[in-house]
């Protein structure tokens, strides 16, 4: 094996060295990225239930038709877990329902429910349920 030879080939192992450790260093960088966990479904699943209890509730129905969300902010602070911030918005059926008490750098999670009368009172809303995890 002449000289030339022998330097074409420790090149060639220089580079797959070098491609080697590229590849083990992106790996190790990937691996200690936490994962993240789809938390939307379960998050889901919490809003409708307590909407499910916000709409049977007959005193909180009424509130809502008049335009009071004081109890159901109440009510639905007692029921979301600590780690979620939340809000809650009151709006005719044919508006669009945005909060302005909503973080904008948080990804968000919203849900609905129409409430459409109660005995006395048809005067139909809906209320929006806006939740995000906190810091």
């Known amino acids: 094996m002449n000289k030339k030879d022998r330097k074409a080939w420790i090149r060639i192992v220089e580079a797959f060295l070098a491609i080697l450790i590229i590849t083990s260093v ?5 691996a200690r990225q936490p994962a993240r966990v789809d938390i939307s479904q379960s998050v889901y699943e ?4 307590i909407l499910d209890i ?3 509730d007959d005193d909180l129905r009424a509130e809502i038709l008049n335009g009071d969300n004081t109890q159901v ?6 029921m979301v877990p ?16 945005n909060s302005n008490d909503v973080p ?3 990804e968000i999670y919203a849900t609905e429910v129409v409430i459409s009368s109660t005995l ?3 005067s139909p809303k809906k209320l929006r349920f806006f939740v995000w995890k906190r810091d």
């Open 46 to 49: 919490k809003q409708r239930q």
């Open 120 to 122: 006395v009172d048809y």
């Open 82 to 97: 600590s780690s979620w911030g939340f809000a809650t918005k009151i709006c005719e059926l044919d508006l669009i329902c």
């Open 73 to 78: 902010n109440n009510m639905i602070s007692q």
């Open 26 to 30: 992106l790996l190790i960088v990937m």
């Open 54 to 56: 916000v709409n049977k």
């Open 104 to 106: 904008v750098e948080k």
